[in-house]
């Protein structure tokens, strides 16, 4: 059973910085497989909306317009993990945020949040103006 685990969600100011981390279990990442995992960002009274998303192996990486040039997503796939690192961090960045990994290779958009089965429990960010 695949298991994902967030943490790294915290309160800080405008202009901060957060690390996020997808710890994921029950599963290898493989090359090959063409599946992959994602960050989401809901907010209070929002839909969910994808931000960052890589495929296995580490590339290609895919950015929604709001977090790019903000956000970067990478992997350490020796310790099965996930990140997102955020930057210049702003009010709007403030929510709840889950990673989750595809059921299968994605022939679509890798943000939408269709094509994914297997979500964590989220970790709460909070940004102060």
């Known amino acids: 059973q695949v298991k994902l685990v967030e943490s790294g969600g915290g309160s800080v100011q405008a202009g901060g910085s957060l690390r996020l981390s997808c710890a994921v279990a029950?599963?290898?990442?493989?090359?090959?497989?063409?599946?992959?995992l994602a960050w989401f960002h809901q907010s209070e009274g929002k839909e969910r909306e994808g931000v960052a998303a890589?495929?296995?192996?580490?590339?290609?990486?895919l950015y929604a317009d709001s977090v790019k040039g903000r956000f970067t997503i990478s992997g350490d796939y020796d310790k099965n993990t996930v990140y997102l690192q955020m930057d210049n961090l702003s009010p709007d960045d403030t929510g709840m945020y889950y990673c989750?990994?595809?059921?299968?290779?994605?022939?679509?958009?890798?943000?939408?949040?269709?094509?994914?089965?297997?979500w964590g429990q989220g970790t709460q960010v909070t940004i102060s103006s």
């Open positions: 989750a990994r595809s059921f299968s290779e994605i022939r679509g958009r890798p943000l939408s949040d269709a094509w994914y089965d297997t």
């Open positions: 890589i495929e296995d192996g580490g590339a290609p990486t």
């Open positions: 029950g599963t290898r990442f493989d090359t090959f497989s063409g599946k992959w």
